[in-house]
């Protein structure tokens, strides 16, 4: 059943990207996220409520630091949406499995220092290999992007999944302190919100445009209930196979991205596209594989 869950999650957060850009020919990225915020802040109270899990929290600012970068995230995610083919964008914002294989490896040889007592980390080959076929997926993922000068989208989309992967480290953190996940989320929401709010007073607002302005609700209604589908799927994962099974299923979404594409925007991509997703999705996996096996249990990523 949690294999379900984590099926109906990912097709819930690749629907939202739908709505996003849809939404983003008469938002720009930082009312997007101010409005998604705004409606999650409802939602994720209301659930807080049902649950009898009380708000007030004893880690400030650690919050404070995974709303900002969840948020810095979110915003690079939603204008690679605007600017992007949605599946390229949701490819690269999944490399946040890749980016955290990467900062493991970088990690230890940054930690190190020489001495009798510790010697030099192991040479992690699979992690290493692992990183450098992600980032040989997005050379060839972006390219086609490049022909049509949609590079700094393309940056920014890359950027959105290594903020992504902070983000994930932090809830790591917080969920090891005994953070119940709506009371993390709830925060995150009034991060976007105020987050979102504050950057519109640089980039100003767009004019209101009337009834298209009905696709801000299903943002924040797909992206709660992606989240609540997700923690579902991960709390009924039982075994370290089964977390392992949801975690990788994850990747379903860029194939459900990858049909809206397609079917609704009418997006081509060609076949060097298409390999490179292939290997960034493959790459994540098993990063998901190799950090399922030195920290079993971890918490769900979120969008």
Known sequence: MQALWMVLAAFLFASMGVCVKIASAHFNAAELVCYRGL????????LARSQRVAL??????MHAWRSLVGVASLGAWFYAIAHLPLATAMTLNYMSSVWIA??????????WRPSAAS??????????????????????MLRPSLDQNQAFAGLIGLMSGMTAAFAYMQVVALSRLGEPE???????????????????????TSPWPGWPALWLLPIGVLAAGGQLCMTRAYASAKTQR?????????YSGIVFAAIYSVALFGDQLPPMGWIGMVLIV?????????????????PAEEH
């Open 242 to 250: 089964g977390t392992l099974v949801v975690a990788n299923l994850q």
């Open 182 to 204: 709506s009371r993390t989320v709830f925060y995150f929401a009034v991060g976007s919100a105020v987050a979102g709010g504050t950057a519109l007073l640089v980039t100003g």
């Open 119 to 140: 010697p030099r980390p192991a040479f992690q080959g699979p992690l290493v290999l692992t990183v450098l076929t992600g980032f040989v997926g997005v050379v060839m």
């Open 56 to 61: 007030a929290t004893r880690y400030p600012g």
């Open 282 to 298: 493959g790459s994540g996996i098993v990063a998901t594989v190799l950090r399922t096996r030195a920290a079993p249990g971890a």
């Open 39 to 46: 409606i999650g802040i409802v939602i994720l109270w209301l």
């Open 102 to 111: 990467a900062f493991l490896v970088g990690g230890a040889l940054l930690a």
